[in-house]
């Protein structure tokens, strides 16, 4: 069967995916998610040939490999050393090219630098050098998710923002579904609390399951709706908690562990208005209240292990709040008592995960503390590094892996900020780079938590940051871009969530400033 004879044959196959045989795992992923591809349900990406699998048994092997070559509509070649060292992969984009000059041609980067992974023919063909539309799935640069959306792009024709759209409604409508069960969850939950506190005469067990469904909004219910980006749906049963609260005349008479409950909502409370509507009176006065319930508790059992972990808390919520308006003298007061209550903490139980766990945060906001007007640049360093230190070592041994790893990267955000401030923006870039790799990993093995989704949005503009200062604006730029991509995407889960709203504007003037070869340094993470 001659060339002529199949150039420009009507294309049955949508694609023809050619990989050295070492790739095959890889190759039959993206083969299943092409396949399973469809543009709202309709139009789909199939068939997708792959693999001598899809051949009949015959004596010309080569003759069926042209037939499939000459019958696809585009060439997606898996990049790699292996496919750069296969002639069979340089062989098929030969053919391929020759077949159909006009039709595209795709690399799929799945390891090693492009120099090393890119096949000749790939290249140039004849005397042409030819620049292939690459789409780079390895690890800490497009990523999976953005690096399919990329392919998908170059096989449709559509443009990748749609893509990239299309998929974060899809994600979206998921989310909708989880959101919905909890808000469900969470209604007849609060109906059932109203219900139980209202009877605070009755027995003592009809309080008792009260406080416990309390506790549960607070940990459970909360961990799962910070998940999916939801968290903003508490807002209703903290209404009616809180107007429980402000029905008791007195806490007199309420045990130890019921005081700590009302505290530790009094903290979810300000938490949640500090995150939808930023410094308010409100917030301030949930934090003080919450305050003076734990101090009076500590006061009372300065001994007592939950007593001071929880005024540890409130201490903390407290100095946010002034943190939040860049005050200083304000702020120090209560992040040097959570420091001192979190030292207390370790010498109550040594053996408690909680107690190194509260020093490495103390230690960490008292860097967040020394980065503000005036600035001691080099206290910041010493608490961000033993912050670092401590946090890295929770990881093996915490009962919860993923917020774990979240609080390493917000650690190494704010040593990064710290050796900008120490005016050594190359180790800050070293480090967000680092810190951008290790979101990225977060994100592969937890999809569809939105806070490994945020981690690696703040990791990517504090690069941006890290970036300008050490003088590399385009790479600033290239960074800045990849940003905004992930962050409309978490917009469109929670078009109220105050901290995405201020990063999209802050990238928005980032971009827009670049194009005009100005600066912008508005970007806080």
Known sequence: MGEDSQAGAPAHYRAFISYSHTDARFAGWLHRKLEAWSLQGQTRL???????AELAAG???????????????????????AARASRWVAQEISLFRELHPDRPVLAALIA???????????????????????????????????ALLKILAGLTALPLDRLVQRDAQSRQRR????????????????????????????????????????????????DKLKGVGRLDVMGSVNSKAMAYLSDQSSLKGLSDAELRQRAKLLQAMTEDDLATAGLTDRALT?????????????????????????????AFWLGYNYNLTKNKAGTGPYWREYYDLAKQLNQQKPADPRSAQELSFSLGNLCTLELMAPVNAQAALQNCEQSLQASRRLVATSAN????????????????????????????????????????ALVRANPQDVRAQEALLRANLGLVKALKMAGKGQAASAVAMEAMARARSLESLDPQNRDWKTWIANLQQELQSSRKGTSHDGFHT
């Open 46 to 52: 199939s068939p997708v040939f792959i693999d001598r």
């Open 286 to 314: 949930e934090a003080k209240s919450g305050y003076r319930i734990t101090q009076a508790l500590h006061s009372r059992t300065s001994g007592d292990y939950e007593n001071t972990f929880a005024h540890a808390q409130s």
């Open 175 to 222: 989310v909708m579904a989880v959101t919905a069960g909890a808000v469900l969850l969470s209604l007849i939950l609060a109906a059932a609390l109203i219900i139980a506190l209202r009877a605070r005469t009755e027995a003592e067990h009809q309080r008792a399951e009260a406080e416990g469904m309390v506790e549960f909004m607070l940990t459970d219910l909360r």
């Open 59 to 81: 004596p010309d092997l080569s003759a069926q490999v042209r037939a499939a070559l000459a019958a696809s509509s585009a060439l997606i070649v898996v990049a790699s050393p």
């Open 401 to 440: 892996p993923f917020q774990a790893a979240l609080d390493v990267l917000n650690r190494q955000g704010w040593l990064a900020d710290a050796y900008l401030a120490a005016d050594v923006p190359l180790k800050a870039v070293d480090l967000r780079s680092q810190q951008k790799s290790e979101a990225f």
């Open 112 to 146: 090693g630098e492009p120099i090393a992974a890119f096949p000749g023919p790939l290249l140039s063909h004849g005397d042409v050098a030819l620049e292939p539309l690459a789409a780079d799935f390895r690890e800490g640069h497009d990523g999976k998710r953005l």
